[in-house]
């Protein structure tokens, strides 16, 4: 119904910057949000960021919050992440996520349609 593809991941020194793109397709009309999480190996999938599509309105986990923004770009129906200032610690495998339905935003569970996932890795 609805596809998700991220890109953009990479390997950086700590400090460093780097942005990532999720491009959505298929059934994305009407309104739904838009999420990105994180997965380091070994631990649970962890909430950073959310972006409601209509609104625009976001909020972002405590541990990015200052260093990351998420935003979109409605023509290309595409969402991004800008992350600064990365840290070892952000080392994870990077999702996009979506749902049209409500919930708790910070919850893998409350979204249907997720992305392949994108690697970051920040160098010490």
């Known amino acids: 119904q609805v596809q998700l593809v991220e890109s953009g991941g990479g390997l950086v020194q700590a400090g460093g910057s780097l942005r990532l793109s999720c491009a959505a397709s298929g059934r994305t009309v009407g309104t739904y949000t838009m999420a990105w999480f994180r997965q380091a190996p070994e631990k649970e999938r962890e909430f950073v960021a959310i972006i409601w599509w209509s609104s625009g309105g976001t909020h972002y986990a405590d541990s990015v919050k200052g260093r990351f923004t998420i935003s979109r770009d409605n023509a290309k129906n595409t969402v991004y992440l800008h992350m600064n200032s990365l840290k070892p610690e952000d080392t994870a495998a990077y999702y996009c996520?979506?749902?049209?339905?409500?919930?708790?935003?910070?919850?893998?569970?409350?979204?249907?349609?997720w992305g392949q996932g994108t690697q970051v890795t920040v160098s010490s």
């Open positions: 996520a979506a749902t049209y339905t409500s919930g708790i935003y910070y919850s893998p569970s409350s979204y249907n349609y």
